[in-house]
């Protein structure tokens, strides 16, 4: 098992990093390995136990399952911690941007307008795209931990320098496939407020007295503004709720299901990089009263949190072998950033990909653009709408197989407007009308007013055209026209065009009056970044196959020389601006 699943402990950087080369190099070339050629699976373990391979297999399998769901698990938990510190930090500085420009009432009025609803869709998924990476690290030491505890509680040996082996558990398999059921059975994890943390409370203060010298001697500015930022919290929790955690983590996802061994050595690695880490901390803290009998690392339950250290995924240190680190040298660059440092490069990197297949977009070269757009992919596959470009350039060139493909994958990490549209254009030439009319109606589901799905369902599905009356239906209706309270009723055949054409729900009303100004158009977009790049830097020049660095760069100091400015749109709580457009 690489080492990026290794320590969670804080440390510096330096000392950091170089763990995470010792382990990368140490537990990466120990799992290459032939599959025919496969060693005993551990040196502590019995002969005659390792011979059942299909035993082997099969406890593999169920561990690396457990881990991904409880990492889906643990990704859904930390990322709503996450939302929560949102609406209590960034949301009152956010309305109160937008009550400046619109008015105290204009964010109550407008909570849930596409124009801020696109501005919450963006930052949610750049954070997303950082959470999934930093949750790994966490939710496989918390998950071997548990194994640990479990195995611990049953009297299974554990080695102090390798760790935790899966063959040691397969007396206890049948108790493992049972709480893997038991995962299973669950239903899938969605965002929500933590029930653990308290109010926001302290948010709506923070925002009423930054409004208080603008609106303090205004008539019932502070019910609006209150209410404004309920509304807005609400709306950051729905808009959250249309991404799809199974969509990110994919290296660990990876990892523990193409890549995962079933040999048994998947498990050896894995006790390995973290034995150290747990005892490392069970000698600094110790091991809580009860918690060997718990199936959880975390120390307090499924649903808990052992300290608020855990929580903030943000601010851990850890050890993280980047998908790009088998083709880097120890003198490269970027051996001296951080893993933020990192994330955003390759961010950088893959916009500017992006940026060029706009351009062949534009120009008409489609496939041009389409090479662009997977290469965008394949440095940052865990960002949706690049997959979405790529859906737009295999329209244009109808191939309408591989659109729906790409808005597949974007659709697996977030159910957006423009994924559904493009997926149901695809079908459409396809000729799959009842399954283009599932993603237009998906549509209207997450944005009501969208007028072009509305028209694209009622050329989709025209009136069926009246049945011939019959003898008997025409007596009948002579005779029910005799009848003066049935004179005058329209016709009530049921037209299918409304079966695809959800009724829109009715807005929440306004505890007050709305004002003139609250009808105002406001435009929030993200403030751009413009960063110089040295022209031969290795993330941006001479790039191999698969968006890879090449494997031989010269050192930090060579990188000296001319450099180019590029200009990106980097969506952030911290960086945007309100600007209103008309009254």
């Not at 389409?370 to 992919?377: G, I, Q, S, T």
């Amino acid at each position: 098992m690489p080492a990026k699943y290794s320590h969670v402990k804080k440390r510096s950087a330096a000392a950091s990093k170089k763990s995470a080369r010792a382990n990368a190099s140490h537990a990466h070339n120990r799992h290459d390995h032939d599959p025919e050629d496969h060693r005993h699976p551990s040196p502590h373990t019995d002969r005659s136990i390792s011979q059942t391979t299909p035993s082997i297999s099969k406890i593999e399998r169920t561990i690396a399952r457990i881990m991904l769901i409880r990492f889906e698990q643990d990704i859904v938990r930390l990322f709503s911690t996450h939302l929560y510190c949102v609406a209590l930090h960034h949301l009152p500085t956010f309305v109160l941007r937008c009550v400046t420009v619109g008015g105290p009432s204009w964010v109550a009025a407008n909570a849930e307008c596409d124009e801020i609803k696109d501005f919450f869709r963006a930052i949610i998924a750049m954070d997303l795209r950082q959470a999934g990476e930093r949750v790994a690290t966490k939710s496989v030491l918390w998950t071997y931990t548990a194994l640990r505890h479990f195995a611990k509680s049953n009297g299974v040996p554990i080695c102090e320098r390798r760790g935790l082996h899966s063959v040691r558990l397969l007396p206890y398999h049948d108790a493992l496939k049972a709480h893997l059921d038991a995962l299973e059975a669950q239903h899938p994890p969605a965002f929500a407020k933590p029930p653990h943390l308290g109010p926001i409370s302290e948010g709506i203060r923070e925002l009423e007295e930054a409004c208080k010298t603008k609106y303090g001697k205004g008539p019932d500015w502070r019910a609006r503004v209150r209410e404004g930022y309920d509304r807005a919290c609400a709306t950051l929790w729905d808009v959250a709720c249309e991404f799809d955690v199974r969509g990110y983590g994919l290296v660990l996802r990876e990892k523990l299901t193409s890549k995962w061994c079933e040999c048994g050595c998947s498990t050896e690695h894995l006790g390995e990089v973290c034995e150290r880490t747990v005892r490392l901390e069970e000698e600094e803290s110790g091991v809580r009263s009860g918690k060997e009998r718990e199936w959880d690392g975390r120390g307090s339950g499924v649903s808990g949190w052992g300290t608020e250290e855990e929580e903030d995924m943000w601010e851990v240190d850890f050890d993280f072998v980047n998908t790009l680190a088998e083709t880097k040298s120890e003198s490269s660059l970027e051996s001296d950033m951080t893993i933020a440092e990192l994330m955003e490069w390759r961010y950088l990197r893959a916009e500017r990909e992006k940026e060029q297949g706009n351009a062949a977009f534009k120009k008409g070269d489609f496939a041009e653009a389409a090479e662009r757009y997977k290469c965008a992919y394949r440095i940052e596959p865990e960002i949706p709408h690049y997959q979405l470009n790529l859906a737009a350039a295999y329209l244009k060139m109808n191939e309408f197989i591989e659109a729906e493909k790409a808005c597949d994958i974007t659709l697996g990490q977030h159910r957006s407007v423009k994924g559904h549209w493009r997926r149901a254009q695809a079908r459409k030439a396809q000729g799959r009308i009842e399954d283009a009319l599932k993603d237009l109606r998906a549509v209207l589901h997450l944005q009501p007013s969208n007028g072009e799905a509305i028209a694209e369902i009622m050329a989709l599905c025209p009136p069926e055209p009246p049945d011939e009356p019959t003898a008997s239906s025409a007596s009948a209706s002579a005779s029910s026209s005799s009848s003066p309270s049935s004179s005058s009723s329209p016709s009530t055949a049921p037209d299918r065009r409304s079966s695809w054409i959800p009724t829109p729900k009715r807005p929440k009303s306004l505890p007050f009056a709305r004002s003139t100004m609250d009808a105002r158009k406001l435009k929030i977009s993200a403030l751009p970044i413009t960063v110089d790049i040295p022209i031969d830097f290795p993330f941006f020049a001479g790039t191999g196959e698969g968006g890879r660095i090449p494997p031989k760069m010269p050192p930090p100091g060579a990188y000296m020389g001319r450099t180019v400015p590029q200009t990106f749109a980097y969506p952030s709580w911290a960086r945007y601006m309100v600007q209103r457009i008309s009254d």
